[in-house]
């Protein structure tokens, strides 16, 4: 009679394998959490600067563009300064990965305060997603061109 060979597993083991199972089965989400997204850059139609009329003087950028569907939305914008004279905004988007959405082209508008402090005075551009426009800025006030 051919004898069989059995594994023992001592009982921490098996305990840890019956705790690990349900976590492997399930992908090992400890909770469902937000829903996935998918990033992506915003289709810019214009950018225009404009002057906030308070003291101090300060600068916004007006930034108007469309959003591909009704489940994508503005995510951030982000402002870097490239050069000395040349500002760089950044708009992302955010759409729910596993969301049904109507394909309808939506119009967005979005204002951005710039951050010029410590800027020297002279014409400075700004690039947003690709459409650029030029500004002066005085150093305390500045003059949309």
Excluded: H
């Amino acid at each position: 009679m051919a004898r069989r060979s059995c594994v023992v597993l001592p009982r921490a083991a098996l305990l840890g394998l019956l705790v690990l199972l349900p976590c492997l089965l399930s992908g090992c989400r400890a909770s469902k959490g937000p829903a996935e997204y998918i990033f992506g850059l915003a289709d810019v139609s214009s950018v225009e600067v404009r002057r906030v009329e308070e003291y101090p003087a300060r600068l916004s950028a007006v930034v108007r563009g469309v959003l591909r569907d009704t489940c994508t939305r503005v995510d951030s914008v982000r402002q870097d300064l490239v050069s000395n004279n040349k500002l760089v905004l950044t708009v992302t988007t955010e759409r729910p990965v596993r969301e049904v959405c109507a394909q309808a082209v939506t119009p967005f508008e979005i204002t951005s305060p710039l951050m010029l402090e410590g800027l020297p005075p002279g014409e400075y551009s700004i690039a947003v997603n690709g459409v650029s426009t030029t500004f002066r800025w005085s150093g305390n006030a500045a003059i949309p061109e």
